[in-house]
């Protein structure tokens, strides 16, 4: 069993439960008790000896009894006043930001009681509210936006699919036409396909259920094919590629998972480097490890949005003027943790970004 003592929150400076406030209710009950025995006991001068000489001793306790009576009522007001402050006001917030979350919420806040320096367990438990309320938000925020961001993804190759499967059915059409026509048609099937196993594929990684299977092979020529996917998007938009790779560099990993790592990152190279820019990809031998950088000289981004870009469904482009649903660089991170290797990422606002990956080579 763990120690009573560990159970205390460190970050309670104020309990509610302190020693303080048992003497302070100890000094007070002793305050009344005497008040009480000195009433019964008086004496005072002669004149007041002859009065009480004449009362009864049931008169006298009569009194005394009204005087315990009247200082407890005053006990009870002030201690219900006390409660009220220190108990019933913040439960009352409490409550009252519990039931707008229940209603959907997720925007209520609670102000903290006290400074940090007389927190209680109040306090506390406001500062988890907050969080977790903060949490719930941004989940269903995310949520939100994965749903419309995933929707328009998925609306886009069923068009392509929907627009060329009916140019098919032109008697008229040429056999290269129809080639065409089939080859978009299976190139669009490929990009849903590839959406909805993005998807699954995170889901399952984020639940710990993919494990990699590694096995040796030449990480230059990997990084070459997929820098090859991306041919037509290099000259379409006029990019110049600078490559420098050690081709002599073999590792033992997941090569299917580690693909996901490299389209991703040279995916959004390309996507956030403007016609004529630069994208570099080089990998070298450094400290026993392989290390991958892939560099743009496109937007950047300050460091704000560098410390989420890895959070799940987060988009740093909120104008929305890139395609994107925010899964890509979630799922590199997942693949970076289960494979045992490190990525790190350097940007500055409007002059570029620079991912580093770092694999082990045995």
Same mark, same amino acid.
């Given at each position: 069993?763990?120690?009573?003592?560990?159970?205390?929150?460190?970050?309670?400076?104020? #309990?509610?439960?302190?020693?303080?406030?048992?003497?302070?209710?100890?000094?007070?009950?002793?305050?009344?008790?005497?008040?009480?025995?000195?009433?019964? +006991?008086?004496?005072?001068?002669?004149?007041?000896?002859?009065?009480?000489?004449?009362?009864?001793?049931?008169?006298?306790?009569?009194?005394?009894?009204?005087?315990?009576?009247?200082?407890?009522?005053?006990?009870?007001?002030?201690?219900?006043?006390?409660?009220?402050?220190?108990?019933?006001?913040?439960?009352?917030?409490?409550?009252?930001?519990?039931?707008?979350?229940?209603?959907?919420?997720?925007?209520?806040?609670?102000?903290?009681?006290?400074?940090?320096?007389?927190?209680?367990?109040?306090?506390?438990?406001?500062?988890?509210?907050?969080?977790?309320?903060?949490?719930?938000?941004? *989940?269903?925020?995310?949520?939100?936006? +994965?749903?419309?961001?995933? #929707?328009?993804?998925?609306?886009?190759?069923?068009?392509?699919? /929907?627009?060329?499967?009916?140019?098919?059915?032109?008697?008229? %059409?040429?056999?290269?036409?129809?080639?065409?026509? *089939?080859?978009?048609? #299976?190139?669009?099937?490929?990009?849903?396909?590839?959406?909805?196993?993005?998807?699954?594929?995170?889901?399952?990684?984020?639940? /710990?259920?993919?494990?990699?299977?590694?096995?040796?092979?030449?990480?230059?020529? !990997?990084?070459?094919? @997929?820098?090859?996917? +991306?041919?037509?998007?290099?000259?379409?938009?006029?990019?110049?590629?600078?490559?420098?790779?050690?081709?002599?560099?073999?590792?033992?990993?997941?090569?299917?998972?580690?693909?996901?790592?490299?389209?991703?990152?040279?995916?959004?190279?390309?996507?956030?480097?403007?016609?004529?820019? *630069?994208?570099?990809?080089?990998?070298?031998?450094?400290?026993?490890?392989?290390?991958?950088?892939?560099?743009?000289?496109? @937007?950047?981004?300050?460091?704000?949005?560098?410390?989420?870009?890895?959070?799940?469904?987060? /988009?740093?482009?909120?104008?929305?003027?890139?395609?994107?649903?925010?899964?890509? %660089?979630?799922?590199?991170?997942?693949?970076?943790?289960?494979?045992?290797?490190?990525? !790190?990422?350097? #940007?500055?606002?409007?002059?570029?970004? *620079?991912?580093?990956?770092?694999?082990?080579?045995?």
């Amino acid at each position: 069993m763990k120690n009573k003592k560990n159970r205390k929150d460190k970050r309670i400076k104020f #309990s509610l439960f302190s020693i303080w406030n048992f003497l302070f209710y100890f000094i007070l009950a002793a305050f009344m008790v005497t008040c009480s025995f000195m009433l019964f +006991f008086q004496r005072g001068d002669a004149e007041t000896d002859i009065i009480i000489l004449n009362e009864t001793l049931s008169t006298r306790a009569f009194y005394t009894l009204g005087n315990i009576l009247f200082l407890c009522v005053m006990f009870s007001i002030f201690d219900s006043i006390k409660k009220r402050i220190t108990v019933g006001r913040p439960v009352e917030r409490i409550l009252d930001a519990t039931h707008r979350i229940t209603k959907g919420d997720f925007s209520v806040r609670i102000k903290p009681l006290n400074p940090i320096a007389r927190r209680n367990e109040f306090d506390v438990i406001i500062e988890d509210f907050n969080k977790m309320a903060e949490e719930l938000s941004t *989940t269903e925020t995310l949520k939100t936006d +994965f749903i419309a961001n995933v #929707s328009h993804e998925i609306k886009t190759p069923l068009a392509v699919i /929907q627009n060329y499967a009916t140019l098919l059915q032109d008697p008229t %059409l040429s056999e290269e036409q129809r080639l065409k026509y *089939t080859e978009n048609i #299976s190139d669009a099937s490929k990009r849903l396909s590839g959406l909805i196993t993005n998807i699954l594929r995170l889901n399952k990684l984020e639940n /710990q259920q993919i494990f990699p299977s590694n096995k040796p092979y030449n990480l230059s020529e !990997q990084l070459c094919e @997929c820098i090859l996917i +991306f041919e037509d998007k290099l000259e379409k938009k006029a990019l110049n590629l600078e490559i420098d790779l050690d081709e002599t560099i073999i590792i033992n990993a997941d090569s299917e998972l580690l693909d996901h790592v490299w389209i991703n990152i040279l995916s959004n190279a390309i996507k956030f480097t403007d016609n004529g820019g *630069t994208v570099s990809v080089t990998l070298k031998r450094e400290k026993g490890k392989a290390v991958v950088r892939i560099s743009d000289t496109g @937007c950047g981004m300050n460091e704000d949005i560098g410390i989420h870009i890895f959070e799940k469904f987060y /988009q740093g482009d909120t104008s929305h003027s890139t395609r994107g649903n925010g899964l890509g %660089l979630a799922l590199v991170k997942r693949v970076i943790d289960i494979t045992s290797s490190e990525i !790190q990422v350097e #940007s500055e606002l409007n002059k570029g970004t *620079t991912f580093t990956v770092l694999l082990p080579i045995n």
